[in-house]
């Protein structure tokens, strides 16, 4: 038997053998995925520690998906950042292909500016930053998904719609091994991988909308997390330039991450 026809083998046999493992992790799979409780219990123990944090640094990578009429898959891509101070200051900024846009809450009010449109908003806001995502959510379109780690009521949020929850196990993200666990809603099934030990942050979180054609996916990769010791106040004042153009509060669709016109997405 020549060389060639031994590794040929070896070769087979490893894939045999990949392919069986492959079908034992399938057919064990509610075995693997632990209990609706140690996914809760998970969830439950990254949302205290979060709301515990008096002030909150982060950096990320987002990615959106959307289906055009043709049935293909599209994925627009951001990186971005935020400043929290809990309970009402917020500094936030994404850019992207299709827009370049910070937002600063300073308590009482709301700005943004879109730098590549050179045009801003404000309106008055509400007392808190957990107040502010739902008035960009409910009054004003803003779908800000993620957002709702940043809130301090986080779990009592994210479980509200759950039908099924599992520990799958762990994953590493960005070199730090992580709780991956998998949650199911009527509409979205959503995944979150939470950094293990003491500091259990998000590191990654994935919504697939179940209920538009080819199930697009949101995705919010966490590259960088910590707690600042002090902020300055001047993070979240905005002064717009004095030729900047002023649109109304009913306008903050012009500072999406999508392109006007592009079809329903994850995370929509």
């Not at 990186?79 to 009482?108: I, N, Q, W």
């Not at 809130?151 to 196990?169: P, R, S, W």
Request: net charge negative; with cysteine.
């Amino acid at each position: 038997m020549t060389s060639f026809e031994n590794h040929h083998r070896a070769v087979n046999r490893i894939w045999h053998r990949w392919f069986l493992i492959g079908l034992v992790l399938l057919a064990a799979g509610p075995v693997l995925a632990q209990s609706d409780h140690d996914a809760k219990t998970l969830l439950k123990r990254m949302s205290d520690y979060l709301a515990a944090q008096a002030t909150i640094e982060l950096r990320f990578d987002s990615a959106i998906e959307v289906i055009t009429p043709e049935l293909e898959k599209i994925q627009f891509t951001n990186s971005g950042g935020a400043l929290l101070a809990r309970p009402d200051r917020l500094h936030a900024h994404r850019t992207g292909g299709h827009a370049d846009v910070v937002l600063y809450f300073d308590g009482k009010t709301v700005s943004v500016y879109g730098k590549e449109l050179h045009a801003y908003t404000q309106f008055e806001g509400p007392r808190s930053v957990d107040g502010l995502i739902a008035m960009l959510r409910d009054g004003h379109g803003v779908a800000f998904p993620g957002a709702d780690l940043l809130l301090t009521n986080a779990y009592d949020v994210l479980i509200a719609d759950v039908l099924e929850a599992k520990h799958i196990g762990t994953g590493v993200v960005s070199g730090h091994r992580c709780e991956h666990l998998a949650f199911r809603n009527f509409d979205t099934d959503w995944q979150l991988w939470i950094r293990q030990g003491d500091q259990p942050v998000p590191c990654k979180l994935v919504i697939t909308s179940k209920t538009i054609n080819s199930a697009p996916q949101y995705t919010l990769h966490v590259t960088a997390w910590s707690g600042a010791a002090s902020v300055d106040d001047s993070h979240f004042a905005f002064d717009p330039p004095a030729d900047a153009r002023k649109l109304g509060p009913d306008e903050l669709i012009e500072f999406d991450e999508l392109p006007q016109g592009a079809p329903a997405g994850g995370g929509q």
